[in-house]
């Protein structure tokens, strides 16, 4: 998901520089998304694997 995030900043990135401002402002809305959903993941999945380290150990 963090590599979707990257490709559709890029996307935008370059949609900016030429000039496609329309593309470049739905391809940044897209990005902030997926990474905001890949770090929501990615804490909860931390926070999974604190837990159950605690209960092994």
Known sequence: MLKWALIFLVISIIAGALGL???SA?????????????????VIVLVLALLAGEAIF
């Open 21 to 23: 401002t329309g593309v």
């Open 26 to 42: 739905v391809t940044g809305r897209i990005a902030k998304i997926l990474f905001a959903v890949f770090l929501a993941l990615f």
